[in-house]
């Protein structure tokens, strides 16, 4: 049997918690989308009341989900490091499930921001 150099074993386990971290960034910049776009009326007008908060939740919005596709993939590599000590092979198929799904939903928040006007900012008046 090979001998893992001391620490491997640590190291890719916490590379996989920061893939985990990177998912969930990822998914905060859907759940900001889909909430712009939950409050907004039927003509696209916000329900809310002006603030400077819904100005510093869409920035972020935006800013997540331009990055989106590369917090994705990064994190996709260190899923792929990190899985191999999953012992548990359901516990394995959960974890690559969820990358390829963070990745295929960093896209699409990508196209819904960056592919021309996002109609999901007109729910954050500020």
């Known amino acids: 049997m090979k001998q893992e150099p001391k620490g491997f074993w640590r190291r890719d386990i916490k590379s996989l918690g920061v893939a985990y971290a990177l998912f969930a960034l990822v998914f905060l910049g859907f759940v900001i989308q889909i909430a712009g776009i939950s409050l907004t009326d039927e003509y696209l007008r ?14 972020v919005g935006i800013g997540i989900t331009f990055f989106a596709p590369f917090i994705s993939l990064g994190a ?39 592919g021309g006007h996002p109609t999901w900012i007109q729910g954050y008046p500020y």
Do not use: D, H
């Open 46 to 59: 916000p329900v809310l009341k002006p603030s400077r908060i819904w100005g510093f939740v869409e920035a």
């Open 76 to 114: 996709l590599s260190m899923v792929r490091s990190g899985a191999a000590q999953i012992a548990r092979s359901s516990k394995r198929i959960l974890v690559w499930t969820l990358a390829i799904f963070a990745v295929v939903l960093s896209f699409a928040e990508f196209i819904w921001s960056c």
